[in-house]
């Protein structure tokens, strides 16, 4: 199971770091990802890390702004935002995928746990 958590109203330019616990299964055996889903519209790819954490992706649109990582003492991944924009507004999910996990991925697909989201809100 995945427990997000740290969502918030913000403004811009604002930093807000997101968190997500995970329980049962053995976190070290995933890749982990943040997908954000705005009102309206389908579900984004935001970033994901590997099983180490030491391979990461980021979309274009959060690259230089958002950091995805993981502590595999806590058993969480985080998402530093900073820098945050208005069109950043949306629902953040965290994701975890059994098949990537050597490289993490992309791919909406292959992520089969999912938490059940935290909302962030950035105001001009």
């Known amino acids: 199971q995945l427990q997000a958590s740290g969502g918030g109203l913000m403004q811009a330019g604002d930093s807000l770091r997101l968190s997500c616990v995970a329980s049962?299964?053995?976190?070290?055996?995933?890749?982990y990802a943040w997908f954000r889903q705005a009102p309206g519209k389908e579900r984004e790819f935001v970033a994901t890390?590997?099983?180490?954490?030491?391979?990461?992706d980021h979309s274009d649109s959060v690259v230089g702004r958002f950091t995805i990582s993981r502590d595999s003492t806590a058993k969480t991944v985080y998402l530093q935002m900073n820098s945050l924009k208005r069109e950043d507004t949306a629902v953040y999910y965290c994701?975890?995928?059994?098949?990537?996990?050597?490289?993490?991925?992309?791919?909406?697909?292959?992520?089969?746990?999912w938490g059940q989201g935290t909302l962030v809100t950035v105001s001009s």
């Open positions: 890390a590997n099983w180490n954490g030491q391979r990461t």
């Open positions: 994701a975890a995928s059994r098949i990537a996990w050597a490289t993490g991925t992309r791919r909406i697909e292959e992520y089969g746990t």
């Open positions: 049962g299964g053995s976190f070290g055996d995933y890749a």
